[in-house]
Nanobody
Framework: QVQLVESGGGLVQPGGSLRLSCATS????????MGWFRQAPGKEREFVVG????????YYADSVKGRFTISRDNAKNEVYLQMNRLKPEDTAVYYC????????????????WGQGTQVTVSA
């Protein structure tokens, strides 16, 4: 069993930055590919970015490419999402997720989920 806890969400102005963290416990984070997803009110949960178990591979949704950066520290069992140049359309609840396999983009393929952290981008 793996527990995931996100932190770092909040209210930020357009153009600002936030850094989300996802702490894992139960098994070492290096055993899992990790993904960040988001869900805005009335919308489907969507893939944002993912990182392989070693951190050697990443994959970004087009909507965040060049603005968001995912990283992980397996020694600390943590995954991070640095979000820069935030836009109002980035407003959503952000979830981190883990799967015991290769990096994929489908939410249905992830085995474990955090409770989510709210990100609001507004002036």
């Amino acid at each position: 069993q793996v527990q995931l806890v996100e932190s770092g969400g909040g209210l930020v102005q357009p153009g600002g930055s936030l850094r989300l963290s996802c702490a894992t416990s139960g098994r070492t984070a290096g055993s899992y590919a990790m993904g960040w997803f988001r869900q805005a009110p009335g919308k489907e949960r969507e893939f944002v970015v993912g990182i392989s178990r070693s951190g050697g591979s990443t994959y970004y949704a087009d909507s965040v490419k060049g603005r968001f950066t995912i990283s992980r520290d397996n020694a600390k069992n943590e995954v991070y999402l640095q979000m820069n140049r935030l836009k109002p359309e980035d407003t959503a609840v952000y979830y981190c997720a883990a799967r015991a396999g290769i990096l994929v983009t489908s939410a249905y393929e992830y085995d474990y989920w955090g409770q989510g952290t709210q990100v609001t981008v507004s002036a």
